[in-house]
Every structure is written in structure tokens, then in C-alpha cells.
């Protein structure tokens, strides 16, 4: 192997066990530290610097990397204000000239790269210089998208979308790491960046859960068709222990009578530990020994296991768009 195939297995490694570990973290605390991303940001970078070196970049398209890194670091270190600057506090400062860096190389290489677009680079066209700086640059997207999508709570967890920047910087473009079957991918014009390919693969093995939640329940004996496949049902005084979401409780009915009722989603709002006892106590008074619920399952959970695709196919849209005419 050359020093371009050692990086890409390394980074293959590294995505692998890392989010092996947060994932298994998410999973027994449903959290994450920020502690874990910013020690495993280390070998992120190290690998795109000796990347950068091996590629002969120029300056500029380091300070373009530095750039991407500072953006995704807000997520854990928030960003710095100049309160916080004018008190001397030293993190903040080397943020704030990481930042200063990082629109320095964004801006020389726009003025260097304006004549070659990026449409240039998809088609081939552009020079070596300039797709190496625009697929740096590039970085940026995955990382605005899931900024943006976390802060709409169409991705609820923290852990998760850090865990998806930290994949952004670590896996940068599809040439670092392998893929196994790269045909589909040679021939597809547009690519997903492989951080947001990452996450539609984890969103496809959520199609495996309802199946099974149908397997589980009926070997347990539950045959409500409106809950098995999404919910199970646990035994009340586990509830609060654990990381579900409750799904049945007591409904008055109009002529005063008490109904137990099973809600099919899940509440918008995590309710409060102390109307989730309400609850619990409600349905006890009612004689209920055993509800529905549905699990809080963590999205990171779903993203190891999709790094398995990711590597021996490469992105989904690669072999959707044919499907579709595209």
C-alpha cells in the first residue's frame, strides 16, 4: 500500500471504533462528553493534515481545513464572544485566530478559484489546485446541514450531531477512505459528502426496527397491530428507569368513566420526571401493571452499524438516482 491507501484505512479505523465508543456511550447514558470529541478530534485532524501534505497543498487550503474544524467546534466549545476575548480568556482567543485563519484561506481561495467553479470540478475540468481547495472547502456543507438540522430538532440529539461533524472532518471526501465496491460511485456525477451519506445509511436500518418490534412482540404474546411495530409493552415500575417513552395512560371519558388508552407516537415533549410520575402513579391507581412504550432509541446506535455500507458501497444516492432516471 502507498501512504494515500495507509491514511484512508487508518481513517477507516478510526471512524469505525470511535463511533463504536460513542455509540455504546449514547446507548448506556444517552449522552456523550464533550471530553470524547474533542480527544478523538485529535487523530480527525492529524489525518487531514498528513492528507493535505501528501496532496502538497498549498497554505491556504490548510487554513481553509482550519476553517472547517473552527466552524464544527462550535458545537462543543461554543463560540467566543468578545467579552470573553477582551477578558483574556485563552481559549477563546485561539479560537478567535483559528477563526481569523480559516476566512483567510476561505477568502485566497475564492480570489484564486473564482474562474474554476465548483461545477468545473464535479465536471473534471478544473485544474488539481483548485479541486483540491474547493473539496476542502466543501466540508463546510455536511457541517451547515447538520448545524442546521439539529437546531430545527429534526436531529434531537447533541451527541448525534457532533458525532456527525466530527465524521465531516474526519472523512472529509470520498477519496479518504476505501471503498470496496466503487463502481456505482465512478459513475455517479453527484456525490452526498460522506458524513451526510453516513446519515441516510443509519436512517435506512431504522427500517429494520418495526420489523423487529413485530418479531419481538408476537413471540411475547402482545398482538395489538396499532403498537407492535413500533412499541413494547414493560412492566410499570421499570419506567422510570429507564429510557422509553410512556405511551399508555388514563383517559376520563365523558359520562366520568376511566379508559386506559395507548397513544401511537411518542410525546413531541420529554415530559418532566415529576408528571411522568403523575402518570405512572395514575395508571397504578387504575390497576395497570404493565404499558407501552417505546424506546428512545439514539441515532449514533444506528450510525456504526452504517459505516459497513458506507465503505463497501459508498453513498446511497449513487445507486438510488438510476432507480429514478437520474
Known amino acids: 500500500m502507498d501512504s494515500n491507501d495507509v491514511i484512508s484505512w487508518t481513517r477507516l479505523f478510526v471512524l469505525f471504533w470511535a463511533m463504536g465508543i460513542a455509540a455504546w456511550l449514547d446507548h448506556k447514558d444517552r449522552r456523550v462528553p464533550n471530553q470524547f470529541w474533542i480527544t478523538w478530534s485529535k487523530p480527525a485532524i492529524f489525518l487531514w493534515v498528513l492528507d493535505l501534505m501528501n496532496s502538497e497543498a498549498e497554505w491556504y487550503v490548510y487554513a481553509t481545513a482550519a476553517g472547517m474544524v473552527a466552524y464544527a467546534s462550535v458545537a462543543v466549545i461554543g463560540r467566543p464572544t468578545i467579552k470573553d476575548i477582551l477578558s483574556g480568556n485563552k481559549l477563546d482567543i485561539a479560537v478567535t485566530l483559528w477563526y481569523i485563519i480559516g476566512v483567510a484561506g476561505v477568502v ?5 478559484h473564482r474562474d474554476e467553479s465548483i461545477i468545473s470540478v464535479l465536471a473534471g475540468d478544473a485544474t488539481y489546485s483548485a479541486t ?4 476542502t472547502f466543501a466540508v463546510f456543507i455536511p457541517i451547515l446541514l447538520v448545524d442546521i438540522a439539529w437546531r430545527l430538532r429534526f436531529i434531537h440529539g447533541g451527541a448525534d450531531c457532533k458525532g456527525l461533524m466530527w465524521v465531516a472532518i474526519l472523512v472529509p471526501t470520498w477519496s479518504s477512505i ?3 465496491f466503487p463502481q456505482a460511485m465512478e459513475k455517479t456525477v453527484i456525490a452526498m459528502p460522506p458524513a451526510i451519506a453516513l446519515l441516510v445509511w443509519g436512517g435506512l436500518t431504522f427500517l429494520i426496527l418495526p420489523v423487529i ?3 419481538k ?3 411475547n404474546g402482545n398482538t395489538n397491530l396499532k403498537m407492535i411495530w413500533h412499541a413494547e409493552k414493560m412492566h410499570i ?3 422510570a428507569d429507564s429510557h422509553v417513552w410512556l405511551l399508555s395512560s388514563v383517559a376520563e371519558m365523558p359520562n366520568g368513566e376511566k379508559k386506559i388508552i395507548h397513544k401511537t407516537r411518542a ?4 415530559p418532566s420526571k415529576d408528571k411522568l410520575e403523575i402518570q405512572i402513579n395514575a395508571l397504578k391507581e387504575n390497576g395497570v401493571e404493565k404499558v407501552w412504550v417505546t424506546r428512545k432509541y439514539p441515532l449514533l446506535v444506528f450510525l456504526w452499524p452504517a459505516i459497513i455500507p458506507l465503505f463497501l458501497l459508498g453513498g446511497p444516492m449513487a445507486y438510488l438516482m438510476p432507480l429514478i432516471g437520474l
Do not use: A, H, Y
Open 132 to 135: 483540491l481547495w474547493w473539496s
Open 178 to 180: 476505501p471503498v470496496i
Open 213 to 215: 418490534m413485530v418479531m
Open 217 to 219: 412482540n408476537i413471540k
Open 237 to 239: 415500575d421499570k419506567i
Open 108 to 112: 485566497q481561495g475564492l480570489l484564486l
Open 267 to 270: 410525546p413531541r415533549k420529554t
